[in-house]
T-cell receptor, first 117, second 110 residues
Framework: GAVVSQHPSWVICKSGTSVKIECRSL??????MFWYRQFPKQSLMLMAT?????????EQGVEKDKFLINHASLTLSTLTVTSAHPEDSSFYIC?????????????FGPGTRLTVL | RKEVEQDPGPFNVPEGATVAFNCTYS??????FFWYRQDCRKEPKLLMS???SGNEDGRFTAQLNRASQYISLLIRDSKLSDSATYLC???????????FGRGTSLIVHP
């Protein structure tokens, strides 16, 4: 149980285009979903926290108009990178916490590798 | 001081060795503690939660020391497949937002 999927697993796009990444909890309802970004050989960086039906909470330095988060249901959150540029190339990972699970355990999606040309 | 600190390593050990990592945290009100494992270019996977009484899962033992504000992970009889980055995760009290350490790299060689 507690499986999280992400789609797509990788994407290559031209500079200026927008890219949508989906994060789904497959076999549970997720209270909260998190979006992270990880550059090579660096640690995970939390971008935003989203709860179903409410606006995402963005970490300092993360542009909410550039990284649009929609948490439409208890099993789906989407991250849209708008007008992507090469510096947005990174590994984007979502995670979800399971309602009722031992407190705060996170289950991660397999990640989406974004390359902006 | 960073909220969660780990020695980045790498820890380079032979197969069969015992290796231990520590992770210190600054918020004394922290409530939840975890160790995750991350392989290169993959997502983190939960290794184990860390309870006040400590817990053991096969070759892995996790301990929590609230007085000194650190958690530890002990790996016995290291396998080549244990090579990975081990991430310490702490959730502060009053918040459900986790804080990740930068990870400790472990390399197990033949």
């Amino acid at each position: 149980g507690a499986v999280v999927s992400q789609h797509p697993s990788w994407v290559i796009c031209k500079s200026g285009t927008s890219v949508k990444i989906e994060c789904r909890s497959l076999d549970f309802q997720a209270t909260t979903m998190f979006w992270y970004r990880q550059f090579p050989k660096q640690s995970l960086m939390l971008m935003a926290t989203s709860n179903e039906g409410s606006k995402a909470t963005y970490e300092q330095g993360v542009e909410k108009d550039k990284f649009l988060i929609n948490h439409a249901s208890l099993t789906l959150s989407t991250l849209t990178v708008t007008s992507a540029h090469p510096e947005d190339s990174s590994f984007y990972i979502c995670s979800a916490t399971l309602t009722g699970d031992p407190a705060d355990t996170q289950y991660f999606g397999p990640g989406t590798r974004l390359t902006v040309l | 001081r960073k909220e969660v600190e780990q020695d980045p390593g790498p820890f380079n050990v032979p197969e069969g060795a015992t290796v231990a990592f520590n992770c210190t945290y600054s918020n004394s009100a922290s409530q939840s503690f975890f160790w995750y494992r991350q392989d290169c270019r993959k997502e983190p996977k939960l290794l184990m939660s860390v309870y006040s009484s400590g817990n053991e899962d096969g070759r892995f033992t996790a301990q929590l020391n609230r007085a000194s504000q650190y958690i530890s992970l002990l790996i016995r009889d290291s396998k080549l497949s244990d090579s990975a980055t081990y991430l310490c995760v702490v959730t502060p009290g009053g918040s459900y937002i986790p804080t990740f350490g930068r990870g400790t790299s472990l390399i197990v060689h033949p």
